[in-house]
Each structure stands twice: as C-alpha cells, then as structure tokens.
C-alpha cells in the first residue's frame, strides 16, 4: 500500500481535475466543488507538477485538455466511476426506487402532476424525486434519469433523447389582463415584468434567457422598466404569475396544464426560441436498468402523444 501511495497523484487534485476536464471550465468546476477558482487552479498545478506534464491548454474563456489530460480524464473517470458504483452498492442506494430530477419548476409543474398515472401503469417501481435549480452530473450524483435543459455537462454512460425545442413566452393570470388586450411588445414596456434574478442562472450552463433577451428577438431596442419584482427560482416565478402580481417569461409546454386551466394566459402570442432543448438524460450505469427503461418509455410516449397538444 505505501509503494502504491507513492506512485498515485494527490487523490484531491484528481478529482479536482475530473470536475475541470468534463466542464472544461476552472470557474465551473469550482462552482460544482463549492471551492474558488484558484482553489481549483492550485491543485491542478500540483498535479501538473507531479505528473511532469501539462494537462490543460489554457485558453482565454475555457480550457482544453492536452494528450497527456486526455489520457489522465480517461483512466480517472472509469475509476472514480467504479468506485461511486461501488459505494452505492455498499451502503444500499440500489434499492428498487428509480431516482428522476429535473428543475423546481419542472418538477413542480410538469413532472409530479403525471407521476401518479406512471405509478398507477407501474405500481411495483418507487420513485425518488429530486429537484435541483443547477447542473447535474446523473453519473456522479446517483440518478438514473432526468430531464434537463441542453445536453452539456454529462459524461461518458448517459444518453441523452431530445425531447423538444424550448420556446418562451409571456405569461400572466387572466385577472392581471382585466379584459386588456396587449398588441405589440413594445406594449410590454409598460407592464409589471417578473424577472428571474442573476442569481437563479449561476448553477446552470444554459445561457440567459430573460426579458433582455425576448424584447432583443422582438426588435424591441428601449430600456427595460426597473425590475420591481425579481426571484432565484422559476417555480416561484411563476406562482407569483399564476396570483396576478405581473407577466413572466415561461415555456407553454412545461405550463401546459396551467394553460389549459386558464389559471395562465399568453399576454402576447410572441414567442422567443431560445435555441436550446428539453433532453431526457438516462444514466446507462444505473442499478435499475429495467426499471428506468420502463419510465423512459413512459416518458417518451407522454410527448410524443402530446405533442401536437402542446401537452408537452
């Protein structure tokens, strides 16, 4: 054991590297390690310096990896991935629940209003909800199945299905209008906007999609009213939509079941593309495999029979 302590690098600094190499990012990898990015730095060049070699090429905005780091990524992902393997086996998490996240408000409104119906089809398979308003590593964090926004951020072992292009648009409570009909998005300047605050985007790799980024699409080229109301969290975004404190960005396939109660409306028929995708991201290490390919299937045929519904 002390021959084999001797040739390994700094176990820390590897998996420091394993963050930086799959991000390929010292800012994101921090971010996901909770430790700053010269915390992140620090223990790269220790590795670097008991390797010999470079393992990053430092370019301005990310940083790539070298043969030698691609070569070092390889052998630490399958091992640090080996050993989670076996750790949840040991302490038990493979039990029969199929773990699926996605974001608050998918969760919240997408997700858990159709879970039921899954567990009526399929009443032997336990499910285990996780909401998370950031990335995810499905592989790292023992989840079998999620839905997420873009396909960035996975590694080897998770297939991804797009689902759907995402689409944004203004959405408010019936009472909000007051009978108003609003024409143009210019008209929006003056209306109460709900904002998503910065703070909300800092665990996503997504770019922002806010009020800056719709009136930009619409050709809207004015100063935006001050933000009277802003939050950190979608779900709550919209709850506040739904009580008719303002109008909020938000996509109408995920709010479908609120668009069709008319508890939302479209305050504009103007909808902003924000280039990216909904994805279904499966973990093909996890423990149920029969289990997940079961709520894969389910999931999928949920869209495709809902698609020309917008019942996304």
């Given at each position: 054991?002390?021959?084999?302590?001797?040739?390994?690098?700094?176990?820390?600094?590897?998996?420091?590297?394993?963050?930086?190499?799959?991000?390929?990012?010292?800012?994101?990898?921090?971010?996901?390690?909770?430790?700053?990015?010269?915390?992140?730095?620090?223990?790269?060049?220790?590795?670097?310096?008991?390797?010999?070699?470079?393992?990053?090429?430092?370019?301005?905005?990310?940083?790539?990896?070298?043969?030698?780091?691609?070569?070092?990524?390889?052998?630490?992902?399958?091992?640090?991935?080996?050993?989670?393997?076996?750790?949840?086996?040991?302490r038990g998490d493979?039990?029969?629940?199929?773990?699926?996240?996605?974001?608050?408000?998918?969760?919240?409104?997408w997700l858990m209003?159709?879970?039921?119906?899954?567990?009526?089809?399929?009443?032997?398979?336990?499910?285990?909800?996780?909401?998370?308003?950031?990335?995810?590593?499905?592989?790292?964090?023992?989840?079998?199945?999620?839905?997420?926004?873009?396909?960035?951020?996975?590694?080897?072992?998770?297939?991804?299905?797009?689902?759907?292009?995402?689409?944004?648009?203004?959405?408010?409570?019936?009472?909000?209008?007051?009978?108003?009909?609003?024409?143009?998005?210019?008209?929006?300047?003056?209306?109460?906007?709900?904002?998503?605050?910065?703070?909300?985007?800092?665990?996503?790799?997504?770019?922002?999609?806010?009020?800056?980024?719709?009136?930009?699409?619409?050709?809207?080229?004015?100063?935006?009213?001050?933000?009277?109301?802003?939050?950190?969290?979608?779900?709550?975004?919209?709850?506040?939509?739904?009580?008719?404190?303002?109008?909020?960005?938000?996509?109408?396939?995920?709010?479908?079941?609120?668009?069709?109660?008319?508890?939302?409306?479209?305050?504009?028929?103007?909808?902003?593309?924000?280039?990216?995708?909904?994805?279904?991201?499966?973990?093909?290490?996890?423990?149920?495999?029969?289990?997940?390919?079961?709520?894969?299937?389910?999931?999928?045929?949920?869209?495709?029979?809902?698609?020309?519904?917008?019942?996304?």
């Amino acid at each position: 054991m002390e021959r084999l302590r001797r040739r390994l690098p700094p176990l820390t600094a590897l998996v420091v590297f394993e963050a930086a190499a799959r991000l390929q990012s010292f800012t994101l990898a921090g971010q996901e390690m909770c430790i700053t990015q010269a915390a992140v730095s620090r223990q790269i060049r220790q590795l670097e310096e008991h390797l010999g070699n470079p393992l990053f090429i430092r370019n301005h905005r990310n940083v790539t990896l070298t043969t030698a780091g691609e070569r070092l990524f390889e052998a630490v992902d399958q091992s640090l991935e080996t050993i989670a393997q076996a750790s949840t086996e040991i302490r038990g998490d493979a039990s029969d629940a199929v773990t699926i996240a996605a974001t608050v408000c998918m969760s919240t409104y997408w997700l858990m209003p159709r879970l039921d119906a899954f567990q009526q089809q399929y009443p032997h398979i336990a499910l285990r909800m996780f909401a998370f308003d950031r990335e995810i590593d499905l592989r790292a964090e023992n989840v079998d199945i999620a839905v997420t926004c873009g396909n960035d951020g996975q590694r080897h072992g998770v297939r991804m299905t797009h689902l759907m292009d995402e689409e944004l648009v203004p959405l408010c409570s019936p009472s909000y209008l007051q009978g108003r009909t609003l024409n143009e998005p210019h008209e929006l300047l003056g209306e109460r906007l709900l904002n998503l605050d910065r703070e909300h985007w800092r665990g996503f790799h997504w770019a922002v999609a806010d009020w800056a980024a719709w009136f930009d699409q619409m050709n809207v080229r004015a100063p935006l009213p001050p933000a009277r109301m802003a939050f950190n969290n979608h779900a709550q975004q919209i709850q506040a939509t739904v009580e008719g404190r303002g109008i909020a960005l938000g996509s109408p396939q995920m709010l479908s079941d609120l668009i069709r109660d008319r508890r939302l409306v479209e305050a504009l028929p103007y909808r902003y593309a924000t280039r990216r995708g909904y994805f279904l991201a499966v973990n093909e290490h996890s423990a149920r495999p029969n289990a997940v390919a079961q709520l894969q299937a389910w999931l999928l045929a949920q869209v495709s029979g809902s698609a020309n519904s917008e019942l996304f």
